[in-house]
């Protein structure tokens, strides 16, 4: 469904509450296009309504005649070939390709166009990216119409005398690093030109971020254009803003743009106009700034409320408007509603999140939890949702609400050092058996990863952290892993055992995905979910490319939020057993030995000469499933030997305890 994005008229919209520190992000560079998804939580309602239509353009024959085009450089002297384009059936490129631009995805076939109504009979685009570069990465600055510059296209005159209420709706696709997307207005046929709309920026979007493909936008413009006989109007790309790495970029795609009557009641979910909090957010727990997991284990549950902003988009006052949070289970029943308290809304408000939030729920169980934000008002009858999920599991903990919105690697940070790191907030002790990190497609097998885990505290962002890991993994990646999208790293820790978390200092521990590239030669890049904004300790990254150090990330960008590494902890099923690791450790060990380890079909278990008498084993898989366990007899110096024969290949753990006293031992089946 198209998502709607509604503009607050004469506003303009605030830098984006990403929660990142300014003195520990860089400036934002450049990234290549990336369309690889998973499954994406959110659903936005579609929002095209049956008001009349008062006018129309869907670019069929082309840019009307007597629309005007022109081109400006960062200075706003004139130039030529900073304008729109026409793509159309018979024209160079098609309508059937987006943009052309180095960074854009043209070398990879992923540079779609805009999936609106009508594209089949053509669309208009601002090139930003291949008027700068011409479609090649070494020819920055050296394309037809260097960046910084300013495209305008103007309308002929509309009539909209007798049409108080008015709305500029249109369908939009636009990805931005540094640029302001605008419709300027003028109620006297082009001599002077008034309020303007600012639809899209690179701060509320997010620096290398793009737009819904396809994008209903809808504005309230009544106040400017409203029974007005004169009306232009003017679609300005200005790529005067920018940062040490640059300006302008990347494009921005229009098709279908109407004006229509503005209906009298609805509601619309927006970013917050002043200081650009996210239109829904989710806050985990008491403590601020704590990470928000998307998928964590019921045995780390805790408490989770909800906000949001509502905009009054209808021309009359809506009064008791509220937000309702509905929870559904994996079977759809409702299992919980909040409700915020309630405002009067003159038309053109917004309600935002300091009073359109909810008390806290808790999960009840493990489940896929969908959660429904709903805006309503005495007179709105048709509700107005947007839906997330939330995982709650036996075993797995992430930051990411599984969804794949950009990668994110060496590319980005540096080749060889660099690295990504993502926060656990526990609320009860835990161990830690491995993690899950997901890669992307355009990982180039051979690079190497080493996956470390530090306690956060005395974490320095100069320094980095100051005590020793307390697990170590290394893996080469292969192809296997690029085409199954992940790898899995067994984290047993320095002492053999799965690494215990204790919440008796911060309860925040950091998994650390160290990248190795081989200079380059074998690229890694993994996935980042951007549904919720982290607070700025969640992730943080290792940028190497210069005075190596970690930082939060890049400002005003959601490039680095919420990568897809999972935690694999201890099964709720299995806490008990689990949790008990290391108790008596040593009465056992020094007289049980496993071996050979790695083994092939069968390992024996060697008894010293002062252990006998009944005992008990396990074999566990990462998941915390029993896989095979026995009760057995063993003779003082002795060995006994277990069939692994119906085991497949990988990593086990293996339970051997005598009353009390229990110890384990980690098992490579080859």
């Known amino acids: 469904m198209k998502k709607f994005t509604p503009t607050l008229l004469g506003l303009m919209v605030g830098a984006a509450a990403f929660g990142q520190e300014q003195a520990?992000?860089?400036?934002?560079?450049?990234?290549?296009?990336?369309?690889?998804?998973?499954?994406?939580?959110?659903?936005?309602?579609?929002?095209?309504?049956?008001?009349?239509?008062?006018?129309?353009?869907d670019f069929a024959n082309g840019i009307p005649?007597?629309?005007?085009?022109?081109?400006?450089?960062?200075?706003?002297?004139?130039?030529?070939?900073?304008?729109?384009?026409?793509?159309?059936?018979?024209?160079?490129?098609?309508?059937?390709?987006?943009?052309?631009?180095?960074?854009?995805?043209?070398?990879?076939?992923?540079?779609?166009?805009?999936?609106?109504?009508?594209?089949?009979?053509?669309?208009?685009?601002?090139?930003?990216?291949?008027?700068?570069?011409?479609?090649?990465?070494?020819?920055?600055?050296?394309?037809?119409?260097?960046?910084?510059?300013?495209?305008?296209?103007?309308?002929?005159?509309?009539?909209?005398?007798?049409?108080?209420?008015?709305?500029?709706?249109?369908?939009?696709?636009?990805?931005?690093?540094?640029?302001?997307?605008?419709?300027?207005f003028s109620i006297d046929g082009g001599t002077t030109w008034g309020d303007t709309a600012t639809i899209y920026t690179d701060a509320s979007l997010g620096v290398n971020n793009s737009s819904p493909n396809a994008d209903l936008v809808q504005v309230n413009v009544s106040s400017i254009i409203g029974n007005q006989s004169n009306v232009k109007m003017r679609f300005i790309f200005d790529g005067r803003p920018g940062n040490a790495n640059g300006n302008s970029y990347y494009f921005w795609m229009l098709?279908?743009?109407?004006?229509?009557?503005?209906?009298?009641?609805?509601?619309?979910?927006?970013?917050?106009?002043?200081?650009?909090?996210p239109a829904h957010d989710i806050i985990y727990g008491t403590v601020a700034g704590g990470s928000k997991h998307g998928v964590m284990p019921f045995k780390q549950n805790r408490a989770i409320s909800f906000d949001s902003n509502i905009l009054n988009f209808g021309w009359d006052t809506q009064s008791n408007v509220a937000l309702e949070v509905r929870i559904l289970d994996g079977g759809n029943?409702?299992?919980?509603?909040?409700?915020?308290?309630?405002?009067?809304?003159?038309?053109?408000a917004v309600a935002d999140y300091s009073v359109m939030n909810t008390a806290a729920w808790t999960p009840s169980g493990e489940d896929n939890y969908k959660i429904v934000y709903i805006a309503k008002s005495d007179s709105v009858t048709s509700l107005v949702a947007d839906t997330f999920d939330i995982?709650?599991?036996?075993?797995?903990?992430?930051?990411?609400?599984?969804?794949?919105?950009?990668?994110?690697?060496?590319?980005?940070?540096?080749?060889?050092?660099?690295?990504v790191a993502v926060r656990m907030d526990l609320v009860q002790d835990e161990r830690l058996f491995a993690t899950d990190i997901y890669l992307s497609t355009a990982t180039v097998p051979g690079g190497v990863i080493e996956v470390t885990v530090y306690d956060s505290t005395g974490f320095d962002f100069t320094n980095g952290f100051p005590t020793q890991p307390l697990a170590y993994y290394q893996h080469t990646i292969t192809?296997?892993?690029?085409?199954?999208?992940?790898?899995?790293?067994?984290?047993?820790?320095?002492?053999?055992?799965?690494?215990?978390?204790?919440?008796?200092?911060?309860?925040?521990?950091?998994?650390?995905?160290?990248?190795?590239?081989?200079?380059?030669?074998?690229?890694?890049?993994?996935?980042?979910?951007q549904t919720f904004p982290q607070p700025a300790m969640s992730a943080i990254m290792y940028y190497t490319l210069s005075?190596?150090?970690?930082?939060?990330?890049?400002?005003?960008?959601?490039?680095?939020?919420?990568?897809?590494?999972?935690?694999?902890?201890?099964?709720?099923?299995?806490?008990?057993?689990?949790?008990?690791?290391?108790?008596?450790?040593?009465?056992?060990?020094?007289?049980?030995?496993v071996g050979p380890n790695p083994a092939d079909d069968k390992v024996f278990v060697n008894f010293g000469d002062d252990f006998?008498?009944?005992?008990?084993?396990?074999?566990?898989?990462?998941?915390?499933?029993?896989?095979?366990?026995?009760?057995?007899?063993?003779?003082?110096?002795s060995s006994l030997e277990v069939s692994l024969a119906n085991l497949t290949p990988g990593v086990y753990m293996m339970n051997i305890s005598q009353g009390e006293a229990m110890s384990t031992y980690k098992l490579i089946i080859k």
């Open 24 to 57: 520990n992000t860089l400036p934002a560079q450049l990234e290549e296009a990336n369309l690889e998804t998973m499954v994406r939580g959110n659903v936005s309602a579609d929002y095209r309504g049956s008001e009349a239509i008062l006018w129309s353009e």
């Open 65 to 184: 005649a007597t629309w005007t085009n022109a081109g400006y450089d960062g200075n706003l002297n004139p130039l030529a070939a900073a304008v729109w384009e026409y793509r159309g059936t018979s024209t160079t490129p098609t309508n059937a390709e987006g943009s052309r631009g180095a960074y854009s995805g043209v070398s990879t076939g992923q540079n779609a166009p805009i999936a609106s109504t009508t594209t089949g009979n053509g669309f208009i685009i601002f090139d930003s990216d291949y008027l700068d570069n011409g479609g090649n990465s070494s020819n920055m600055g050296g394309g037809s119409a260097p960046a910084p510059h300013v495209g305008t296209l103007t309308t002929s005159t509309i009539d909209l005398s007798g049409e108080p209420y008015v709305m500029l709706e249109m369908e939009s696709y636009a990805r931005v690093f540094f640029a302001n997307f605008q419709v300027a």
């Open 255 to 277: 098709d279908d743009i109407r004006l229509k009557d503005l209906p009298r009641h609805s509601l619309r979910f927006v970013d917050n106009p002043t200081d650009g909090a």
């Open 333 to 348: 029943n409702v299992v919980q509603t909040l409700n915020s308290s309630t405002v009067s809304l003159a038309s053109g």
């Open 391 to 419: 995982y709650v599991t036996d075993s797995m903990m992430s930051l990411d609400f599984n969804s794949f919105d950009n990668r994110f690697g060496t590319a980005n940070i540096g080749d060889d050092g660099s690295a």
């Open 479 to 529: 192809q296997t892993d690029v085409d199954n999208g992940f790898f899995r790293a067994d984290l047993t820790g320095n002492d053999g055992f799965p690494v215990y978390l204790s919440t008796s200092n911060t309860g925040a521990y950091y998994i650390v995905a160290t990248f190795f590239s081989n200079a380059g030669a074998n690229a890694i890049a993994i996935a980042n979910d």
């Open 547 to 593: 005075s190596p150090r970690w930082y939060t990330g890049f400002s005003n960008s959601l490039s680095l939020n919420a990568p897809l590494i999972r935690a694999i902890t201890c099964p709720a099923s299995a806490a008990a057993t689990c949790m008990t690791i290391g108790v008596e450790e040593v009465s056992i060990e020094s007289q049980v030995t």
């Open 612 to 637: 006998s008498g009944d005992f008990n084993y396990e074999v566990v898989d990462l998941q915390g499933r029993v896989i095979m366990s026995a009760n057995e007899t063993a003779v003082a110096g």
